[in-house]
């Protein structure tokens, strides 16, 4: 008999990927590997809910590839060393992580000798991008197998097709979609098609339970948060997540993203990413006081091509692990604890302890006291400083100003 081609399928448990590894193992005949890579968007139960039907779909077998602490060893510390926001608003939730569920995939394929790879992805986003290239790149003798993509696919086909063959499960369409990630939630549908409406709090799905003000102080050293209103946390993952737990019980972190998609179209995505929020928001307000004004300069310079190489799926390029060692280096003296008082739907940066404070200087006090030179030395300066203007108007007194 003819061996059966192995196919690695990206199984989330949604209805694309549930359908795509029974339609491969039945009407195609692979023999179908379903990988979930889980980079910390899955519980314990949703996993072993995916297990379960991965083997009544069909799969001859079934993974889980944690790569959760990959994901933040080779992403999100840089993410926050480089304070990415992109567009100033959105913290590359749950996008940044497809690139390493797809590295994931990828290599999990080559392991075991598959001949194609499969994913979920529809022809209309981003995610197809992230997958594709990751694949092409990383297993290059790999066919790509996308059949909701490329069959055009319904729901509603999709969903008749496993109820005929015996697979029962609830894919009712609901209102909003939502991709639940370690780095903040996405939101999409409902009153996201509109663009003059915003979300109803319904839509989220963290309601806010606490009232009032709480202060939270978040410590860090080289740059990393390593504590947690004093709790020491040697795991960075689960740092993120007691941030995460805090600030949601406000609502903190919801807004709206309005951006540029790979492809070319507009996008607009609801969110809510508490943990990032804070973190960057916190870790921000400490660089403030602890880098000098060109290291901070320059350092937003890269940090906002590495956000926009990472959401446009270019995480491979090899200019992405050197401004990774820029932004490393530049964390060296990035120590101390940032201080925020948090509110519902909003928080504030409060102050910081720091023995890197460069703010406390024997050279003088801002807008009080100069210590580190004398009232001539400040006149000579200006006087200096001034010199280029004073040479351009003193040869153009007719501009008007």
């Not at 940044?96 to 999990?108: D, T």
């Not at 090899?318 to 120590?335: F, H, K, T, Y």
């Not at 890197?356 to 006090?365: A, N, Q, Y």
């Not at 006087?383 to 007719?398: E, G, I």
Request: include cysteine; hydrophobic fraction near 40%; charged fraction near 25%.
């Amino acid at each position: 008999m003819e061996e059966k081609k192995k196919v690695v399928v990206a199984f989330s448990g949604g209805l694309d990927t549930s359908f795509t590894v029974m339609y491969l193992a039945k009407e195609k005949g692979y023999e179908v590997y379903a990988a979930c890579a889980n980079t910390g968007g899955f519980s314990a139960e949703q996993l072993k809910k995916n297990e379960e039907n991965a083997y009544k779909l069909g799969a001859a077998k079934y993974v889980t590839l944690d790569v959760t602490h990959e994901y933040y060893e080779k992403s999100l510390k840089y993410m926050v060393f480089g304070n990415v926001l992109r567009n100033g608003t959105y913290p590359i939730s749950v996008s940044s992580e497809r690139i390493f569920q797809a590295l994931a995939i990828a290599r999990y394929a080559n392991e075991i000798g598959a001949q194609a790879i499969a994913h979920g992805s529809t022809g209309a986003g981003n995610d197809q991008i992230r997958f594709d290239m990751t694949f092409l790149v990383l297993a290059p003798d790999m066919e790509i197998i996308t059949l909701t993509r490329d069959m055009a696919l319904t729901r509603e086909y999709e969903i008749n097709y496993l109820k005929e063959h015996g697979f029962e499960a609830d894919f009712t369409k609901l209102k909003y979609s939502y991709n639940v990630g370690l780095w903040g939630t996405s939101i999409c549908g409902g009153e996201i098609l509109d663009s003059a409406q915003g979300l109803p709090e319904s839509a989220y799905l963290k309601q806010v339970t606490k009232e009032g003000n709480e202060e939270l102080r978040l410590t860090f050293e080289k740059g990393e948060l390593k504590a947690v209103n004093g709790e020491e946390f040697a795991d960075p993952v689960q740092a993120i997540q007691k941030v995460e737990e805090i600030g949601a019980a406000y609502g903190i972190g919801r807004d709206m993203h309005v951006g540029d998609t790979i492809i070319g179209i507009k996008g607009r995505v609801g969110f809510e990413a508490a943990a990032p929020m804070l973190i960057i928001g916190a870790h921000h307000f400490l660089e403030k006081y602890t880098l000098s004004k060109w290291q901070q300069y320059w350092k937003d310079q890269v940090a906002n091509w590495y956000g926009m190489f990472l959401h446009e799926s270019q995480y491979l390029e090899p200019v992405m692990r050197d401004i990774e060692a820029m932004l490393l280096e530049s964390q060296r003296n990035v120590n101390g604890t940032a201080i925020l008082e948090l509110r519902p739907l909003s928080f504030s940066t409060v102050g910081v302890e720091s023995e890197d404070d460069l703010v406390k200087t024997k050279f003088g006090e801002y807008g009080e006291m100069q210590k580190g030179w004398t009232a001539e030395d400040a006149k000579g300066f200006i006087k200096v400083t001034s010199t280029p203007l004073r040479v351009y108007y003193a040869n153009h007194k007719d501009e008007e100003i």
